[in-house]
T-cell receptor, first 115, second 112 residues
Framework: GENVEQHPSTLSVQEGDSAVIKCTYS??????FPWYKQELGKGPQLIID?????GEKKDQRIAVTLNKTAKHFSLHITETQPEDSAVYFC??????????????FGQGTELSVKP | DTGVSQDPRHKITKRGQNVTFRCDPI?????LYWYRQTLGQGPEFLTY????????KSRLLSDRFSAERPKGSFSTLEIQRTEQGDSAMYLC??????????FGPGTRLTVT
């Protein structure tokens, strides 16, 4: 079935360093890949997304890259700040038989940015 | 605030009781999703509505679960005869297209 694997499960960086989170997906027909940030006690917040016809997208300190051949995509956060500390989830939208747009999520990465 | 809202935010119930959660989507969004999230895991899809029609249900949604969206606006998720394994965060999301989904704050259910 559809599956999204996310690594690492925890990531600790020093403030100002970069952080990279990687995901792989199983359904080669997936066509949409969002990233969510979830803080304690809150719902997931959409921070950036990419569609399958684009290889890279950037928004200020956040960028996402997509390699359709290898079926993996990555989140890059530069110049990390303590407020970036949260759990980050990748997701993929399978295409086949998925007219509604349900998302398949990875297991999450707990990012800790140390001042 | 015009985001997705959910009520209640927390619910503690005894095993065997019925519970109902409510979700109010972003006003112009005709698509509504329910997900369940357990501790340390990503959200798992439960069901999807387009307007008032329930178009997809996950195999996770047992017969004890039912969802409605009677007028194509707010939605309710009911769990009958709750079990301890139902303890989780229940998340609602809405969207205008099949792409960007915006999540509410969730309802945390604890079954004792």
């Amino acid at each position: 079935g559809e599956n999204v694997e996310q690594h690492p499960s925890t990531l600790s960086v020093q403030e100002g360093d970069s952080a990279v989170i990687k995901c792989t997906y199983s359904d080669s027909a997936s066509n949409y890949f969002p990233w969510y940030k979830q803080e304690l006690g809150k719902g997931p917040q959409l921070i950036i997304d990419i569609r399958s016809n684009v290889g890279e997208k950037k928004d200020q300190r956040i960028a996402v890259t997509l390699n359709k051949t290898a079926k993996h995509f990555s989140l890059h956060i530069t110049e990390t700040q303590p407020e970036d500390s949260a759990v980050y989830f990748c997701a993929a939208k399978p295409s086949l038989g998925n007219q509604g747009g349900k998302l398949i999520f990875g297991q999450g990465t707990e990012l800790s940015v140390k001042p | 605030d015009t985001g997705v809202s959910q009520d209640p935010r927390h619910k503690i119930t005894k095993r065997g009781q019925n519970v109902t959660f409510r979700c109010d989507p972003i006003s112009e969004h005709n698509r509504l999703y329910w997900y369940r999230q357990t501790l340390g895991q990503g959200p798992e899809f439960l069901t999807y509505f387009q307007n008032e029609a329930q178009l997809e249900k996950s195999r996770l949604l047992s017969d004890r679960f039912s969802a409605e969206r009677p007028k194509g606006s707010f939605s309710t998720l009911e769990i009958q005869r709750t079990e301890q394994g139902d303890s989780a965060m229940y998340l609602c999301a809405s969207s205008r297209t099949t792409y960007e989904q915006y999540f509410g704050p969730g309802t945390r259910l604890t079954v004792t």
